[in-house]
């Protein structure tokens, strides 16, 4: 099945520094999702994008759906020792199946 | 319940031995999905279920893989004479459908493993 091309695919940062991790595909998407998953655990949604150009935040967390409809965004801002996990996102074309196509994930470890 | 529910959350089977695995989406999501992830990577969609419809089986990776859902709600995938390459968390989601705004919500997923 497709996958997205998520990166960096790890990231060691020092408790403070704000975060940034994209995702690519080939394909043009309408929906994009961030998630974070943490060990032993489901994916728990961060983020939701429904339209190219969309800037959306929670929290410290902000995401951007790309304008070409191929790419997205995170940034963390401030980041915290609880950040720590895998990042992934997903993204999702009406037309074809409407399955969602998962990142590669980004491993984020938060030196305090 | 509140969330999705995941049975059994550790699974560990003989090579060659059929295993159910058993997910409880949240009330009045229509969609269902299986994920299979394996370790250290993303998820690999399995199969999707939309109310009546049938389903989207173009993700399962082989014959050995199935799965069924009653109406709107439980969903069971049954993987028939397990193979070590079946180990990975088995991992499924429910949303309300309703494009453009549908959303995911995972459950902690069922750890497998083939011996």
């Known amino acids: 099945g497709q996958q997205l091309n998520q990166s960096p695919q790890s990231m060691f940062i020092q408790e403070g520094e704000d975060v940034s991790m994209n995702c690519t595909s080939s394909s043009i998407f309408n929906t994009w999702l961030w998630y974070k998953q943490d060990p032993g655990e489901g994916p728990v949604l961060l983020i939701a994008?429904?339209?190219?150009?969309e800037l959306t935040s929670n929290g410290r967390l902000t995401a951007q759906f790309g304008i070409t409809r191929k790419d997205s965004f995170l940034n963390i801002s401030a980041s915290i020792p609880s950040d720590v996990g895998i990042y992934f996102c997903a993204g999702q074309y009406w037309n074809t199946g409407n399955q969602f196509y998962f990142g590669t994930g980004t491993s984020l470890t938060v030196i305090p | 319940g509140a969330g999705v529910s995941q049975s059994p959350s550790n699974k560990v089977t003989e090579k060659g031995k059929d295993v159910e695995l058993r997910c409880d989406p949240i009330?009045?999501?229509?969609?269902l999905y299986w994920y299979r992830q394996r370790l250290g990577q993303g998820l690999e969609f399995l199969i999707y279920?939309?109310?009546?419809?049938?389903?989207?089986k173009s993700g399962l990776p082989s014959d050995r893989f199935s799965a069924e859902r009653t109406g709107e709600s439980v969903s069971t995938l049954t993987i028939q004479r397990t193979q070590q390459e079946d180990s990975a968390v088995y991992l499924c989601?429910?949303?309300?459908?309703?494009?453009?705004?549908?959303?995911?919500?995972f459950g902690s997923g069922t750890q497998l493993s083939v011996l």
């Open positions: 994008l429904y339209k190219a150009g």
């Open positions: 009330s009045g999501h229509t969609a």
């Open positions: 279920f939309q109310g009546n419809s049938a389903p989207d």
């Open positions: 989601a429910s949303s309300l459908k309703g494009a453009p705004w549908e959303k995911l919500f």
